[in-house]
């Protein structure tokens, strides 16, 4: 494709010679852009998740300007639209509930709209993921920005991480051992320049996904939110989505099977969200690239963790940057990834990160020194989770790896507030928490409370993990024994709603089970005695969420958005 302005799909609204022409570029006009904006030049749509309501997106305003700049260097038109932000310290009762709902705005603007090329501007966990499945769906070239992580936060002379420290300030404060002071003044400190969490959380872990599948130029996951070097990545977005127009680079050549096992290999290594699982699932779904939930057990468990950040490690994302990064990551797994994936600099993954080096070990391991020999999300299955349910070991207590203990049983988020901290529950260190009904549809919307606190008796006694299952899912920042996404959730009557105080449940982490011994024909009593329960909302866009998501191994997508529709217009209106 060239410049040729009958060549480019923008032409159906700015090349037309009559009345769509009059409008489409006469009510443009007036934001003073000259007559030659509309010579068939590229358009590019810079898709904004900019919003006073979501910190860790704020500074994308100003990122915006950057990548203006380059589209106009490289001879493009470059036209700024506001997608739903999802912020995620905010929005309740969970983002995730949303995130459907942004992918189908970001899918339907970029469609209906004289647009030939985007630049997705994302940052905080779900951003990144809905622009991405939206964008997908209609797969035009296509370039992310994230937005970079904070800084450091600092606690007194100390590194503190989001997420990861704020549940262990919680923590202590719980258990007594830090003042109310200290704990305002860990508050004012954790959060403290533009960007999303530094930790290896779920946007860490997604702007590091879209790097290695090769959807943002080399180094876009780690460089600060604050540092010019982001600026300028934004300026060398914008230079070169213009030429992918040209080049007809579309989203679907880009990411392939070959760049999402990659994906899977190199969010091991990172020690990356569990929260990858789900958006990765549902991204891929949306190009129609098979990917099953055992592909992130078989491709990434037995993967080598190498990268030092909390919350499986101890550093932040601000060290991650200067040690060099994701390309020195790629470097060291480059014997087990595919080197000549395609990215939207028009070369290879290996091609964008020859000669990358590592300058601080302590950050990132050698291959042949890791921090852990295999430490990827592992999948497991048993009578308690036919469909699956992953667990993160390298956040994992390694003596709680295998464990067969007495469940104690939550029937759903307000029957866990009302009893965790009770004195009198009947709970001890080696029993199994369980808590029913936080899945897609039970919730509705799989909120990040399957790291929930420990019982506060045990906390005072010093118990600090404990084996944890539920269908819901967790904070990339959380770190524990924690057994997740399992599906069927409690909700749609999966054995999880089965399960009863006092059963015996056993995990082995190594044999990739999870079971509860109760027997066949017990469970099948006690199915028969279950009733659905009602559900918490029946209409509006959570109403249609409920009728139609998908459960966690399938990705939480809904039906009905899974596959793509490409980037025609449904219909000429005249
Ligand atoms: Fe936005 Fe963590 S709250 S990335």
Same mark, same amino acid.
């Given at each position: ?62 990122? =915006? ?19 739903? $932000? ?30 030939? !090329?985007?630049?997705?501007? /994302? ?54 051992? *830090? ?36 959807? /943002?130029?080399?180094?876009? +996951? +780690? ?12 300026? #060398? ?11 007809d680079l579309r989203m679907s050549r880009i990411l392939t099977r070959p760049a999402v096992?990659? =994906? ?6 990172? !020690?990356? $969200? ?9 991204? +891929? ?15 990434? %468990? ?9 919350? %499986? ?52 391991? =050698? ?26 070991? %390298? ?17 759903? *988020? ?10 009198? #529950? ?42 944890? *299952? ?5 904070? !990339? ?12 959730? =409690? ?12 059963d015996l449940i056993e995990l082995d982490v190594e044999k990739r089970s999870l079971n ?6 017990? #469970? ?51």
């Amino acid at each position: 494709m060239t410049g040729d302005n009958k060549k480019l799909r923008s032409a159906g609204w700015f090349g037309d010679e009559w009345h769509q022409g009059f409008v489409s570029r006469g009510w443009t006009k007036n934001q003073g852009h000259p007559e030659q904006m509309f010579d068939g030049r590229p358009v590019i749509g810079i898709c904004n998740t900019w919003s006073d309501l979501n910190p860790c997106n704020a500074h994308l305003r100003i990122l =915006a300007e950057q990548v203006k700049r380059g589209v106009y260097e490289a001879g493009g038109f470059p036209l700024e639209f506001p997608v739903t $932000s999802l912020g995620e310290t905010l929005m309740k009762p969970t983002t995730m509930l949303y995130r459907n709902l942004a992918s189908m705005d970001v899918e339907e603007s970029i469609r209906a709209n004289p647009l030939d !090329g985007v630049v997705l501007l /994302t940052s905080c966990d779900k951003t990144t993921p809905a622009c991405l499945m939206g964008a997908a769906s209609v797969d035009l070239p296509t370039i992310a920005v994230t937005g970079g992580p904070m800084l450091n936060g600092k606690f007194r002379n100390e590194n503190i991480g989001s997420g990861t420290d704020v549940y262990r300030f919680t923590t202590e404060l719980r258990a007594g051992s *830090i003042s109310r002071l200290d704990y305002l003044e860990a508050e004012a400190g954790i959060s403290r320049s533009d960007g999303h969490c530094m930790t290896m959380g779920t946007a860490s872990t997604m702007a590091c996904m879209v790097e290695t599948v090769g959807l /943002t130029l080399p180094s876009g +996951a +780690a460089i600060p939110g604050p540092d010019a070097r982001r600026k300028r990545l934004g300026h #060398l977005a914008g230079n070169r989505i213009v030429e992918m127009v040209r080049e007809d680079l579309r989203m679907s050549r880009i990411l392939t099977r070959p760049a999402v096992e990659n =994906a899977i290999k190199v969010n091991a290594a990172l !020690g990356g $969200s569990t929260n990858f699982v789900v958006h990765l699932l549902a991204i +891929a779904g949306r190009l129609g690239v098979e990917l099953k939930l055992d592909d992130f057990d078989r491709l990434g %468990s037995r993967m080598p963790h190498l990268v030092n950040l909390m919350p %499986s490690g101890e550093y932040l994302m601000e060290d991650f940057f200067y040690a060099g990064g994701l390309p020195a990551v790629i470097q060291e797994l480059e014997e087990h990834l595919h080197m000549d994936t395609l990215t939207v600099t028009g070369k290879t993954l290996g091609e964008n990160t020859s000669g990358a080096q590592c300058y601080n070990r302590a950050v990132i391991a =050698a291959i042949d020194k890791p921090l852990k020999e295999a430490a990827g999300i592992a999948v497991l299955r048993g009578n308690l989770c036919p469909d699956g349910a992953i667990i993160k070991p %390298s956040a994992a207590s390694p003596e709680l790896m295998q464990h067969c203990g007495r469940a104690v049983v939550f029937e759903s *988020i307000e029957d866990y507030r009302a009893r965790i901290d009770d004195p009198n #529950l009947d709970v001890d260190k080696d029993n199994v928490l369980v808590l029913k009904g936080i899945g897609p549809k039970g919730f509705p919307g799989m909120p990040e409370a399957g790291k929930f606190g420990l019982p506060k008796k045990l906390l005072q006694q010093g118990v600090r993990d404990m084996v944890c *299952i539920s269908d819901g899912r967790m904070s !990339g920042t959380a770190y524990g024994t924690v057994i997740l996404h399992v599906a069927p959730e =409690a909700a749609v009557g999966g054995p999880l709603a089965l399960v009863e105080n006092g059963d015996l449940i056993e995990l082995d982490v190594e044999k990739r089970s999870l079971n509860m011994v109760v027997s066949d024909e017990e #469970l099948q009593s006690r199915r028969q005695a279950w009733t659905p329960p009602r559900p918490v909302v029946t209409r509006g866009y959570a109403g249609l969420y409920v009728k139609h998501v998908l459960q966690a191994d399938k990705g939480v997508d809904l039906d009905i958005l899974v596959g793509g529709s490409g980037p025609d217009v449904y219909r000429e209106p005249r």
